[in-house]
Each structure stands twice: as C-alpha cells, then as structure tokens.
C-alpha cells in the first residue's frame, strides 16, 4: 500500500504537537537560565525530546501527514537539541567533545539544507539513522545535566559518555548521507529534460 501524499493541511494534531514542542524551548531557556534549575531543564529536554516520535507516529496513524508537518518536525528537532547543547555549554554541565561536535554538524547541515532550498530542491527526507542519533542525544544530553546536578551522577555521567558518542558518531555519519542526498536531488533539477519528455 503506498503511502499518502502529504497535505498541504495546518491543523492538525500533529502539527499541534509539534508547536507543543517548539513552545517548550523558550521554556527551558527560561528554567535554566532565570531559575538556574538545572534538573527541570533537564526533565523538560528528556521529556520533549522522547516524544519526538509521538508527532510522526500521530501523522501516519490519523493519515494528517502534510508538507508543514514535514519541516516543523526536524525544525523542532533542531531547535531543542542546539538550545540544550548550547544552554548545556553556558551552564557547564555538557562536556566540550559533544556540544561543539554537535554545533559544527548542526552548522554544516544547515548550510546544506540552505543550497538545496535556494536551487529548489525542497528538503531531504529524515532517514531513520537520523532518528536513531536523535533518540540517543534525547538520553545523552539530559544524562549529563542530571549527573550535573548530583542526580544518580555515578550511572547517569557514564550513559551520559555512551550514549553521547553514539549519537555524535550517528549524527555525523547521517550528516554526509545527507549531503549525497542533497546532491543527489541537486543532480536530479539541473539534469537535462529526456527527450520524451522534451
């Protein structure tokens, strides 16, 4: 059975889900910076980050998958990952390794995702390795601020230190998957017409 083309719908509880998740993110700069909680804004990026699936989940099951969809699901990715790396960075509870090994890669991946957008090749689809590094930087990231703030630090600091390098080691390998993706699309628009269809 072939799958559904996206619609070009904007409400729908997918969609609702994902805002959901975007509002969360000035929430847990908030906690973390103003209230220098470190062990909510802990929760807050382990909670958020493991429903990412829910919204995909949601999508495929009720038939709403749509084009907004499509990119405010890896936008909201994104966007929680950066500010907890960055917020982990500021606050001193992530390790140097990860967070700017997951800076440049965000870094490299939005310039590759800027080309193909500025030649009209849309976006790339998310692959599951992709998700897969996701999951493991969703347990990574609030495994070090927890064990920052005394929680478990005994168990939490090294599933912290396993789990960070494999979904750095993932997100990276994903990272250039991507870029032959891109290219590939790249390849695909600026191809001459065949001569059939001419």
């Known amino acids: 059975m072939t799958e559904a083309a996206p619609s070009s719908r904007i409400l729908t509880i997918p969609n609702l889900v994902s805002f959901v998740r975007l509002l969360a993110i000035p929430v847990f700069w908030w906690v973390l910076l103003v209230e220098d909680d470190v062990t909510l804004a802990a929760w807050i990026v382990f909670i958020i980050g493991w429903t990412d699936w829910v ?9 709403q998958v749509s084009e907004l969809g499509k990119v405010l699901d890896p936008v909201a990715d994104r966007l929680l990952i950066a ?41 790339v689809e998310v692959r599951f390795l992709g998700k897969a590094a996701t999951f493991a930087l ?38 250039f998957l991507y870029i032959g993706d891109s290219r590939a699309k790249i390849a695909a628009l600026e191809s001459p017409p065949h001569p059939e269809e001419a």
């Open 55 to 63: 919204d995909g989940y949601l999508a495929r099951r009720l038939g």
């Open 83 to 123: 500010s907890a790396v960055i917020g982990g960075l500021i606050a001193g509870v992530l390790p140097a390794w990860l967070g700017w090994g997951l800076i440049a890669r965000e870094i490299l991946m939005g310039l590759v995702a800027l080309n193909l957008a500025l030649r009209g090749g849309g976006t």
């Open 138 to 175: 969703y347990g990574a990231i609030p495994a070090f601020y927890l064990a920052a703030a005394g929680v478990l630090e005994w168990l939490l600091r090294p599933v912290g230190w396993l789990l960070g390098i494999i979904g750095l080691v993932l997100y990276w390998y994903v990272a």
